[in-house]
């Protein structure tokens, strides 16, 4: 299975990409995570990377291809992977679609994760993290008992810097401008499912499988 993950800042799509990849064994793989670990490991791609991003500059979508190339060697994605964070946009989806179409492993889906503009900003702007234990809260969904207090250590609860609504508006724009048109894309080459990311974490995990069947069996 080869997937390609989306939904706006908030969709839950990195917390259902950890449950597809330990239900599928497959890896789900992040640009993130796969810069830091170039430019930890001073691989050629990498110090290409480090260069662009201490000039100030954005690491070119070459080197993140290059990249996600080199991870999709790797014996553990041999059955498949989960791309979450790549493509952004339609450049990149393309330019993706082009190295997939040469290594022989083309797109089987790209999964979106629908989810009201409403609930992401609660979702985001009610995020609350622990500083002694790491422990995540939310204030609309998932409350503490001792308002500011950690459950688990007591420790004082904190909101990030960026969960702030001037910052997450700004994100979700980048995110409709941006990205929001890889929906008709693959869309029409018949490879998108949607999936509503409202309710419980369980929940949207069934629908996701359920939908993910029935998409091989067309497939098949």
């Known amino acids: 299975m080869r997937i390609v993950l989306?939904?706006?800042?908030?969709?839950?799509?990195?917390?259902?990409?950890?449950r597809l990849m330990a239900h599928y064994g497959i890896?789900?793989?992040?640009?993130?995570d796969l810069l830091r670990a170039a430019v930890g490991a001073k691989s050629a791609l990498g110090l290409k990377a480090k260069a662009a991003m201490d000039a100030g500059e954005l690491v070119s979508d070459d080197i993140v291809l290059g990249m996600i190339e080199e991870r999709l060697a790797e014996a553990d994605a041999s059955n498949g992977f989960i791309l979450d964070g790549f493509p952004r946009n339609l450049v990149q989806a393309k330019a993706?679609?082009?190295?997939?179409?040469?290594l022989g492993q083309p797109l089987d889906t790209a999964m979106l994760i629908d989810?009201?503009?409403?609930?992401?900003?609660?979702?985001?702007?009610g995020r609350r993290t622990c500083e002694g234990c790491g422990q995540m809260y939310n204030?609309?969904?998932q409350a503490a008992q001792v308002d500011g207090r950690c459950d688990a250590c007591g420790g004082n609860l904190k909101q990030r810097a960026d969960d702030?609504?001037?910052?997450?508006?700004n994100r979700l724009q980048i995110y409709d401008q941006q990205t929001k048109p890889l929906i008709g894309?693959?869309?029409?080459?018949?490879r998108l499912i949607e999936i509503a990311g409202d309710g419980d974490v369980d929940l949207i995990f069934k629908r996701i499988l359920s939908l993910l069947g029935g998409f091989r069996e067309q497939e098949a």
């Not at 989306?6 to 950890?18: C, E, F, H, N, V």
């Not at 890896?27 to 993130?32: C, F, L, N, V």
């Not at 702030?164 to 508006?169: D, G, Q, S």
Request: aromatic share 8%; charged share 20%; glycine share 14%.
């Open 6 to 18: 989306l939904g706006a800042p908030g969709s839950g799509k990195g917390t259902q990409g950890k």
């Open 27 to 32: 890896p789900q793989i992040s640009t993130g």
């Open 96 to 102: 993706l679609d082009v190295m997939l179409d040469r």
């Open 115 to 125: 989810v009201s503009k409403d609930l992401l900003l609660k979702r985001l702007t």
């Open 139 to 141: 204030i609309y969904f």
């Open 164 to 169: 702030n609504e001037e910052t997450i508006a």
């Open 185 to 190: 894309y693959y869309q029409q080459q018949g």
